[in-house]
């Protein structure tokens, strides 16, 4: 059964379809091609005795050839046999949308590729990346498993907003070294504004440990022993540089903690030093370890402060189930204050009525014990509840343990699970424990939330159908490339060299005259005539123009240490 973009587009949260873009494969040129072409084959014939096992198992698994770029379509149709989508996006999308993407078992694949000039190393997302590298290793069930824990995690870290200040750097730095046509000028002002970014977070968020975390696993991660190991991070199996340079003794190899957190990256160079994890299973346990200090787990006054600090939309979730999602100005053990528009849910679903137009200016309320009631205030029943003098209708007092108090007319009482959730008053004043009125009658109705402790805290909302916290795609997208007329007959001469390599037989003539035009116009074209030597060497060996084209992809190997590593590499997996 074809599975289609549209369909997965439809099969996922509305909040995240923003997101995602169209292919557009046809805009692919067959240069483009070309690139995927050679940094696979380099990769592969690199990676054979290096890579993990799992990588090669997955490659067919997950819909992802080397003759040329997936078609997102083709992806999803294999994805979809192991439990897995595929979606396409513009770069880098927020931290917290990516990973929510992860935990719904949503590979997340930018569009584009990297230019011919990158073809070692791209600071950009690109499809290489995350096709060729993310895609196979999910074929293995525990990292399926950890990468989606890792998605559910990571989509209720909590931020700030100096880590979205950074992601834009980040994301904009990346366009400008992709596009060919970026001025110095330009990139040193972009590296300039996230050095800057950078030093100014000093305090690193849950976000930012966690994001180091994936780092070193997901996208750097080394399996074995420090010793003797295998690749499986995502970022060095695409890679054709990082892949040789992580080999070097210089490149220091870790035992995998959950202290690699404090080891900050550099998303625009090579790794100084890597991690290593025995197996998936310790994966696994250095995610849970770390997890397990993360405020959505701890919860308490400490991780209510973490939100309120982010002065982002968080979540506190109460030991009655209530999740109240707002930006918090107030977080202590007996009182919230949010500012602007709030939201009340039950188990990640709106309560009817509490969504971010009812609480609008935002929302407040008591926590604690109420005296006189010997059981927390979410258990008592209707028959606990007359006890102290309260029942709907009438007018009664609650006064809180911690001094705080609640008079008014109790119209309504919200129950979920077998809790109280909300206690709604009209005609109700509020004071602190100094007496001072900190809710008036004239303000409205005033709804209590019902709760002695706050067990849960995370960034962003309970229900994001209902309150979406995502801020829209970023303006700053990849710069479209305009060709040249130049340009479009170089990628015509790499199209002529495709058509003669899939026709599975060499047409002399023909080849004569894309060498020609390519000593006449394209000399510089290495990966051109690399093609071209590939099929020379196969289907005419003993030719002179065979002689001609070893020739000068020889002298080019002169001429810089790149070109001698990308056209000597060619000579020994191509031709």
């Given amino acids: 059964m074809q599975v289609t973009q549209e369909d997965v587009l439809l099969s996922i949260p509305s909040y995240l379809r923003q997101f995602v873009v169209r292919q557009h494969y046809d805009e692919y040129t067959a240069q483009d091609h070309a690139v995927w072409r050679y940094v696979m084959h380099r990769n592969l014939d690199f990676l054979r005795p290096h890579a993990h096992p799992a990588y090669f198992e997955g490659l067919q698994k997950t819909g992802i050839g080397i ?69 196979p290793i999910i074929a293995e069930p525990k990292y399926a498993d950890f990468l989606q824990r890792f998605g559910e995690y990571g989509s209720k870290a909590v931020f700030s907003k100096a880590d979205y200040d950074i992601y834009e750097a980040i994301r904009y730095l990346s366009i400008l070294k992709e596009f060919p046509g970026t001025s110095d000028a330009d990139l040193k002002a972009a590296e300039d504004d996230l050095a800057a970014k950078t030093a100014a977070n000093t305090h690193p968020s849950e976000s930012a440990l966690l994001s180091r975390l994936h780092w070193w696993t997901v996208e750097y991660g080394l399996m074995g022993t ?28 870790l035992p995998l903690g959950v202290d690699c957190a404090n080891t900050n990256y550099d998303i625009t160079s090579m790794q100084p030093q890597l991690f290593v994890a025995r197996d998936f299973d310790h994966l696994i346990d250095t995610l849970e370890a770390f997890a397990d200090t993360m405020s959505f787990r701890t919860g308490g006054v400490e991780g209510a ?68 009631l010997d059981m ?67 303000w409205g109705g005033f709804d209590m939330a019902v709760g002695e ?29 305009e060709y040249s007329d130049e340009e479009r007959r170089l990628f015509s001469i790499y199209e002529a060299i495709r058509t003669q390599r899939d026709s599975g037989r060499l047409d002399l003539n023909e080849a004569r005259r894309i060498v020609s035009d390519l000593d006449a116009s394209f000399s510089d074209a290495w990966l051109a005539y ?13 030719e002179a123009l065979t002689g001609h084209v070893d020739a000068h992809l020889r002298e080019l190997r002169t001429r810089n240490e790149e070109w001698d590593d990308l056209i000597g590499a060619g000579y020994r997996f191509l031709a």
């Fill in 226 to 253: 420090p010793d003797s190991f295998t690749i499986f991070g995502a970022g060095i199996l695409s890679s054709v540089g990082e892949s040789a340079a992580c080999l070097a003794p210089s490149v220091k190899k």
């Fill in 305 to 372: 402060a973490k939100v309120r600090d982010s002065a982002q939309v968080g979540t506190l979730v109460l030991d009655s189930g209530l999740q109240i999602s707002g930006v918090f100005t107030h977080t202590d053990a007996s009182f919230l204050r949010t500012y602007g528009g709030t939201s009340l849910a039950y188990r990640d679903t709106l309560l009817v009525g509490h969504g971010t137009e009812t609480h609008s200016d935002g929302f407040s309320t008591p926590l604690g014990r109420v005296r006189g």
């Fill in 67 to 135: 003759e040329r770029i997936p078609h997102i379509d083709e992806m999803n149709e294999a994805l979809a046999k192991i439990g897995w989508r595929a979606v396409v996006v513009d770069g880098f999308v927020p931290p917290a949308a990516f990973m929510e993407f992860q935990a719904h078992r949503i590979l997340v694949i930018s569009a584009e590729i990297r230019n011919a000039k990158h073809v070692l190393y791209t600071p950009a997302p690109d499809i290489i990346h995350e096709a060729a590298g993310h895609a």
């Fill in 530 to 542: 690399l093609e071209m030597f590939e099929l020379l060497k196969r289907h005419a060996p003993s």
């Fill in 453 to 481: 402790r706050i067990v849960s805290a995370y960034s962003g909302s309970a229900d994001k159908e209902a309150h979406n916290v995502y801020p829209p795609k970023s303006a700053k997208t990849a710069i479209k490339i």
């Fill in 376 to 442: 927390p205030l979410c258990d008592a029943d209707e028959g606990d509840l007359l006890r102290i003098g309260v029942a709907v209708g009438q007018a009664c007092a609650l006064t809180f343990e911690s001094g705080y108090g609640v008079k008014g007319t109790l119209v309504r009482i919200c129950r979920k699970g077998g809790k109280n959730l909300l206690l709604s008053f009209r005609n109700c004043t509020v004071t602190d424990p100094s007496g001072t009125v900190v809710f008036h009658p004239d």
